[in-house]
């Protein structure tokens, strides 16, 4: 098995943000790359984890960047057109659906 660390994404910082958290303690994660529309949010996990790399345009942020995961965290309605896209691009998906949200 490779040891090659992995540069994850994560859209949608509410729950997200938990994510987040535990990426930025793991020693397999080398990077992290996060989206949401919120920029205010975007800015403040960000700042929090001291992240640069921030996109308030999902689609963007897969043309951009080459990621090995993406941790789907927006809103129900967004779950499979989302990972659909993200697992085109190539990535692993985490998605967890939590209540009707
Ligand atoms: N809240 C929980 O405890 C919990 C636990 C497990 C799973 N979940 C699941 O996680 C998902 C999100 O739940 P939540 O409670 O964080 O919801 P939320 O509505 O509080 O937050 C969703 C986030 O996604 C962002 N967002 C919305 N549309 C977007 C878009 N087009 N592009 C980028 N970002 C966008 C919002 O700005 C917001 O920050 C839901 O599917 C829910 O079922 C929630």
Redesign the pocket.
């Known amino acids: 098995m490779s040891s090659r660390k992995l540069k994850v994404g994560v ?7 938990s994510h987040v958290k535990d990426y930025a303690k793991s020693d397999t994660v080398q990077e992290i790359v996060l ?4 920029e205010s ?1 975007l800015h403040e996990i960000g700042d929090k984890y001291n992240i640069s790399k921030k996109y ?3 689609d963007k942020m897969l043309k951009e960047e080459k990621l090995d995961a993406i941790s ?5 309605f ?2 499979m057109p ?1 990972a659909i896209r993200a697992m085109e691009a190539g990535a692993h998906v985490l ?7």
Do not use: M, S, W, Y
């Open positions: 859209v949608g910082l509410a729950v997200g943000a989206c949401d529309v919120n949010r308030t345009d999902f789907v965290a927006v809103p129900n967004l779950h989302f998605c967890e659906k939590h209540g009707e949200k």
